[in-house]
């Protein structure tokens, strides 16, 4: 529009000249100029305005498709979202477990040679919750004997037991700390995992927490042997850990000291009416403990590497304080090795000699000398790893011997040779 204009102005003054005689033709000429200037400008402009609209219809169809995109990115998103809804529950759990079968034979002096099969089954699941809170939940198979998930195969071919193994929750305030609550596995330090006074398979019920830092860790327990104040031997036990451990010139040093209060003096036992080696006495017609078990522990553990495999040495001591005899025990080993992967592998050998009142024998190894205490005896075991979670192991318990104090009168302690051959998956 505006170069029409422009070209028809310029025509009709152009036009006019023969009837302007009273302008010049310098004059005429120089007017002629300017709007020939005129026009040109006026077409640059409208090329410029054109090219304008040009862009701008671009962008609005760049931003309409801008806009789709972030639609569609909002609609992935939500789709995300609910996945993410649908399924973080299984991120938040965990779950682990075991499987062994055994084979084990087991010649006791005077009794016929027992041989058997027998398997141990445990899984557990752990939920991670906000606040660094986690709550675990775990069934294993076995009686319910506190130091055992073994089953024995037989009886034709029957339904075994399942029993709750683990119920806890478990807080963790700040990063170097925690409180536990429930039934959970054992807190304390044990030197390459020994059983001198805790067997593996023991899951203490009450409450325990525990702080470590680089060098230094500290462990509580507070145990209800029985917290059912209607019952006769109704009974907490308590103890606390402390440590050290330390990395120098490439060995590992652990060392530990503690003492537990077992307070079941004139109680009766805590599980099948057994006092698992300890002393006992019979009080208004009734068998009940004959001390109580306050003991003080020491135990250490020595890794180093040689020609690049590991090799430990480790010991534990413990003495009750208050019966006056029969009331030490103590453990020493060595390992060469450690079964974990493909072709790897672990031999280690230890003497232990635990006397009857040294220890709580409800809670100790349940196959040393036939478990609980007094007894005193070798132990050869080793491993094979087959792949990351398969190993092949062997136990062999040589020349123990069993109720040192118990069989006093009989003529002492009788022999005790037990062999254990296992496959174990891990998961």
């Given at each position: 529009?505006?170069?029409?204009?422009?070209i028809?102005?310029?025509?009709?003054?152009?036009?006019?000249?023969p009837?302007?005689a009273?302008?010049?033709?310098?004059?005429?000429a120089?007017?002629?100029?300017?709007?020939?200037?005129?026009?040109?400008?006026?077409?640059?402009?409208?090329?410029e305005?054109?090219?304008?609209?040009?862009?701008?219809?671009?962008?609005?169809?760049?931003?309409?498709?801008?806009?789709e995109?972030?639609?569609?990115?909002?609609?992935?998103?939500?789709?995300?979202?609910?996945?993410?809804?649908?399924?973080?529950?299984?991120?938040?759990?965990?779950?682990?477990?075991?499987?062994?079968?055994?084979?084990?034979?087991?010649?006791?002096q005077?009794?016929?040679s027992?041989?058997r099969?027998?398997?141990?089954?445990r899984t557990a699941?752990?939920?991670?919750?906000?606040?660094?809170?986690?709550v675990?939940?775990g069934l294993?198979?076995g009686?319910?004997?506190?130091?055992?998930?073994?089953?024995?195969?037989?009886?034709?071919?029957?339904?075994?037991?399942?029993n709750?193994?683990?119920?806890y929750?478990?807080?963790?305030?700040?990063e170097?700390?925690?409180i536990?609550?429930?039934?959970?596995?054992?807190?304390?330090?044990?030197?390459?995992?020994?059983?001198?006074?805790?067997d593996?398979?023991?899951?203490?019920?009450?409450?325990n927490?525990?702080?470590s830092?680089?060098h230094?860790?500290?462990t509580?327990?507070?145990?209800?042997?029985?917290?059912d104040?209607?019952?006769?031997?109704?009974?907490?036990?308590?103890?606390?850990q402390?440590?050290?451990?330390?990395d120098?010139?490439?060995?590992?040093?652990?060392?530990?000291?503690?003492?537990?209060?077992?307070?079941?003096?004139?109680?009766?036992?805590?599980?099948?009416?057994?006092?698992?080696?300890?002393?006992?006495?019979?009080?208004?017609?009734?068998?009940?403990?004959?001390y109580?078990?306050?003991?003080?522990?020491?135990?250490?553990?020595?890794?180093?590497?040689v020609?690049?495999?590991?090799?430990?040495?480790?010991?534990?001591?413990?003495?009750?304080?208050?019966?006056?005899?029969?009331?030490?025990?103590?453990?020493?080993?060595?390992?060469?090795?450690?079964?974990?992967?493909?072709?790897?592998?672990?031999?280690?050998?230890?003497?232990?000699?635990?006397?009857?009142?040294?220890?709580?024998?409800l809670?100790?190894?349940?196959?040393?000398a036939?478990?609980?205490?007094?007894?005193?005896?070798?132990?050869?075991?080793?491993?094979y790893?087959?792949?990351?979670?398969?190993?092949?192991?062997?136990t062999?318990?040589?020349?123990?011997?069993?109720?040192?104090?118990?069989?006093k009168?009989?003529?002492?302690?009788?022999?005790?040779?037990r062999?254990?051959?296992d496959?174990?998956?891990?998961?």
């Amino acid at each position: 529009m505006n170069r029409i204009f422009a070209i028809a102005l310029t025509g009709a003054v152009l036009g006019s000249g023969p009837a302007s005689a009273h302008v010049s033709d310098a004059d005429f000429a120089e007017l002629k100029a300017q709007f020939t200037a005129m026009a040109q400008r006026l077409s640059k402009l409208e090329a410029e305005n054109n090219q304008l609209r040009e862009q701008g219809a671009a962008t609005v169809g760049q931003l309409e498709g801008a806009r789709e995109e972030l639609v569609g990115t909002r609609e992935d998103l939500a789709i995300v979202k609910k996945q993410n809804t649908e399924t973080s529950w299984a991120e938040r759990l965990a779950v682990t477990g075991d499987f062994r079968y055994r084979y084990e034979e087991i010649d006791v002096q005077h009794n016929d040679s027992l041989d058997r099969n027998r398997i141990r089954a445990r899984t557990a699941i752990v939920a991670r919750l906000p606040d660094d809170v986690k709550v675990g939940f775990g069934l294993a198979t076995g009686s319910g004997d506190p130091v055992s998930s073994n089953q024995t195969l037989g009886a034709g071919n029957s339904s075994k037991q399942i029993n709750l193994n683990l119920a806890y929750a478990n807080w963790q305030p700040i990063e170097s700390a925690y409180i536990e609550a429930g039934k959970f596995k054992n807190p304390l330090f044990t030197p390459q995992k020994t059983a001198m006074l805790w067997d593996g398979d023991w899951r203490p019920e009450g409450l325990n927490a525990g702080w470590s830092s680089d060098h230094l860790f500290a462990t509580g327990l507070v145990d209800w042997l029985e917290s059912d104040s209607s019952k006769s031997n109704d009974e907490v036990a308590w103890g606390a850990q402390g440590g050290v451990k330390f990395d120098v010139d490439g060995a590992n040093l652990v060392a530990a000291v503690g003492y537990y209060d077992i307070p079941v003096k004139g109680n009766e036992a805590y599980y099948n009416e057994r006092f698992y080696g300890n002393s006992y006495l019979v009080e208004n017609g009734t068998e009940v403990y004959q001390y109580n078990y306050q003991l003080v522990e020491l135990a250490a553990q020595l890794s180093i590497s040689v020609f690049d495999m590991p090799l430990a040495f480790y010991g534990d001591y413990v003495q009750n304080q208050d019966p006056d005899d029969y009331n030490t025990g103590w453990l020493a080993g060595v390992m060469l090795g450690k079964a974990k992967g493909k072709g790897s592998w672990q031999i280690a050998y230890q003497y232990e000699d635990l006397e009857a009142d040294a220890a709580f024998g409800l809670l100790t190894d349940s196959d040393f000398a036939g478990g609980g205490t007094d007894g005193k005896g070798s132990q050869l075991s080793g491993a094979y790893g087959i792949n990351q979670q398969w190993n092949l192991g062997f136990t062999w318990y040589i020349d123990n011997e069993a109720g040192e104090k118990a069989f006093k009168e009989e003529g002492g302690a009788l022999g005790y040779d037990r062999i254990s051959l296992d496959t174990i998956f891990t998961y």
